[in-house]
């Protein structure tokens, strides 16, 4: 863990994640953009090549990894979210111990948020699903229309619409560097999860206040 391993209660609202922090999304989300991919004539045979998709912007994975064109990416994002709204949205997993993780952070008085780079309408389906959604105050994310395109503009909604302005009573918890640099445009401390897709270099080099590597070490954290 790095920095002080003491209490964060300066920090009494927390914002997560949701792919690749509270949930293991990896069929659902390479699934479908394998779909999406294959619209287009590129074929993907190990769904684990697709595992960077997970967590940034959608349409900037398209377009960093696969080299598409603004009308290509277009085309995909729409493949894609025809086979996540069917069925990819619930091709999802629960990380072992988060429930438990929810439940005392709620208990010590933390007042729980989402912010997610996937669109709102699948992250609210997805929490409800799998009967998370009590614990969280509000659940934002991006639009269908792309109108939140980086962590950062999803973090100033959520902190709007809850009507947060004390950015020194927030923290962030993430697997990806995004999470990390949107929390800091905004001044706003984060934690970096090693459970999900992101490596210890990628959260370092973007600054994240503390590294943990399980859901555990992120409760003994709390």
Known sequence: MSQESHSLKKYPYLFFDLDGTLTDPLEGIAGSAAYALRHLGIQIDDLNELTPFIGPPLRESFMKYYNLTEEQTSVAMLKYRERFADVGWSENKVYPGIESLLQEARRQGYELMIATSKPEIFARRIVRHFGLDSYFTYVGGDGLNGERPTKAD???YVMENVGLEDVSQVAMIGDREHD?????????DSIGVLYGYGSREELVDAGANYVVESVEELEMLL
């Not at 990390?180 to 706003?188: S, T, Y």
Request: charge should be positive; proline fraction near 0%.
């Open 154 to 156: 999803v973090i100033a």
């Open 180 to 188: 990390v640099l949107g929390a800091k445009c905004h001044g706003i």
